[in-house]
């Protein structure tokens, strides 16, 4: 779901992102507010939950792959504006260092994955739960909402590719960005969320509540004037464990739809390479594809899991340190 | 002032770590000499990768205490090394800055988990000559002593003072002047007093205690350290 620089146009990059400031606006506002500055630091290790599970890629047939991306189970448990951050934040790490989304389409990767999927999410979850009388019925909610919001931001993706090709043309009217219409791009998004990457996202996101549930139910933001400000040890644990299960993320073969480099795009079906691809922004990122030249994959895919998880946790608490706690306010 | 400050601090509070001085000191250059002999990226980036990940779990503080330094360090090497993209070898940019980068955060981070008592400790440990110990220890110890004093007569001075005064230009000589000159009776007394105690020139480390477990582990990072090296030199070919 990375949109990739060129696959947009400029224009349409420039609306997506001026979208988004309002987004990020409010979100920080919120976020100064309701969340404690012990509590921050979670907003990294929530980003780095986020940012691990994109990289463990999952194949579907046809060769393309798709991963999670743990919106909404962030919203679940920071709040939904605290998702907007911290995804944001992996993205920009993402795209800056690991060359995974593009720079200039960073605000519609924003827009996707760090607003449309943790608050359509969180709003899905919420509403189901507080209608469920059952037991076990916030499970159920967060299952049902980050199946939703995922696909949701597959949608927004989708139509943000499907209408270059109506919006932008050269000369010999072919396509200058993504070459791909709405007829096209929607079932090739689509297909996939509404099935294994759906269920991938649901099983993240489950799972991991469960897990923080069970090892450490003080840490939701709703207990947020609890004593837990620190991560707990069993999240840590576990955060490592997914580190080092990383590699597992290369055993999906070929490129995710929509994500193909510009020597791709013309084997990939369109045959032929937009002109927009070859004359636009090519951002030189220090560990493309989360690897180092020369060295196995696995090992340079680990050692760029580590560099993003450390570089996220450390943001988070930078901005902690700089931020002052609501409740000493108050 | 604030390295005065840096000092008191990390005075007052020692955080003793649980491995020897001496091989933390020794990992840490052998660290940042392998880097400096790597032709690759790889030993670089995995060393980050480490030290990131070792940093991400202490306090903010203390990431802002060691990431001051790195970040101040890889953003004047980057000014400098500027002119090598215009000249046409734009690696020399990032492989340069990613070993200023991986070397400061090495020795900030060894700066910012040990104690000046430590420090010390570890060269004697390291077999430095006595009198290099000595100066260092002595030098540290009584820079913080004086910092303390000449602290003391500035509150003192501002105190007594009425209206505005620039002290940068005015009584900063007075105060400098006054602590020189103690600085002078201290050593004087101390050098008495460790005649009075016998000091022979040999420095001796009361704190140094046995060879334990967690220190064969970290030992093994010596060999582990030079192999992924030469592993990576190998790779790279």
């Known amino acids: ?330 | 002032m604030h390295f005065i400050s840096r000092l008191m601090e990390n005075d007052a509070q020692p955080k003793p770590s649980k491995i020897l001085p001496a091989l933390r000191i020794f990992v840490c250059i052998l660290c940042i000499l392998l880097c400096a002999l790597a032709k690759n990226a790889f030993f670089v980036v995995a060393v980050i990768a480490v030290e990131l990940l070792r940093l991400a779990l202490q306090t903010p503080n203390m990431i802002r205490q060691v990431l001051k330094p790195v970040l101040t360090a890889v953003f004047f090497t980057a000014l400098f090394l500027l002119p090598a993209v215009f000249l046409g070898s734009p690696r020399t940019m990032s492989t340069v800055t990613l070993k200023v980068f991986e070397s400061v955060l090495v020795l900030s981070m060894m700066n910012a988990t040990m104690t000046w008592k430590e420090v010390t400790d570890a060269f004697r440990a390291l077999h430095a000559p006595q009198i290099f110990v000595f100066v260092l220890d002595m030098a540290v110890r009584f820079l913080v002593i004086l910092g303390r004093y000449s602290n003391a007569i500035l509150e003192a001075v501002s105190l007594r003072s009425v209206g505005k005064t620039n002290w940068k230009t005015s009584q900063t000589g007075g105060i400098l002047g006054t602590t020189f000159l103690k600085s002078q009776q201290m050593s004087q007394e101390t050098s008495e007093a460790m005649a009075c105690r016998c000091f022979d020139g040999e420095y001796k480390s009361y704190a140094s205690r046995r060879f334990c477990t967690l220190d064969l582990i970290y030992l093994l990072l010596i060999p582990a350290l030079i192999a992924l090296f030469f592993y990576s030199e190998w790779m790279m070919k």
């Open chain 1, 1 to 330: 779901m990375h949109i990739p620089d060129n696959y947009l146009s400029p224009q349409t990059c420039a609306v997506m992102a001026a979208a988004m400031v309002p987004a990020w606006i409010v979100s920080v506002k919120k976020v100064k507010k309701e969340i404690p500055k012990e509590k921050l630091p979670l907003m990294g290790v929530a980003a780095a939950f986020s940012f691990i599970s994109m990289m463990f890629n999952i194949p579907i047939p046809g060769g393309t792959t798709g991963h999670a991306v743990g919106g909404t189970l962030i919203a679940l448990l920071l709040g939904p504006y605290a998702a907007c951050i911290s995804v944001s934040v992996a993205l920009l790490l993402q795209a800056l260092i690991f060359g995974d989304g593009g720079v200039l389409s960073f605000g519609a990767n924003c827009f996707n994955m760090a607003f449309v999927l943790p608050f359509v999410g969180y709003a899905v979850a919420t509403f189901i739960s507080s209608r469920q009388k059952k037991k076990g019925k916030h499970i159920l909610g967060a299952a049902v909402g980050s199946y939703l919001g995922i696909n949701a931001a597959a949608l927004c993706a989708a139509i943000e590719f499907g209408i270059q090709p109506m919006l932008f043309r050269d000369t010999a009217g072919k396509a200058m960005y993504c070459p791909y219409g709405l007829n096209i791009s929607l079932p090739a998004m689509l297909i996939g969320h509404l099935t294994l990457f759906g269920l991938a996202e649901v099983v993240f996101t489950v799972g991991v509540l469960l897990f923080v549930q069970k090892t450490s139910p003080n840490l939701r933001t709703d207990q947020h004037r609890s004593e837990t400000t620190q991560t707990p040890l069993p999240l840590r644990i576990l955060l490592g464990a997914l580190v080092v299960l990383t590699p597992l993320g290369l055993l999906a073969e070929g490129t995710a739809w929509g994500e193909w480099g510009e020597n791709e795009i013309a084997a990939a079906g369109a045959g032929f390479t937009p002109s927009g691809m070859t004359s636009g922004l090519h951002y030189g990122a220090l560990l493309p594809d989360y690897s180092v030249a020369g060295l196995p994959e696995w090992f340079g895919y680990m050692l760029s899991a580590v560099i993003g998880v450390a570089a996220l946790i450390i943001i988070f608490k930078l901005i902690s340190s700089a931020h002052r706690s609501p409740v000493a306010e108050s």
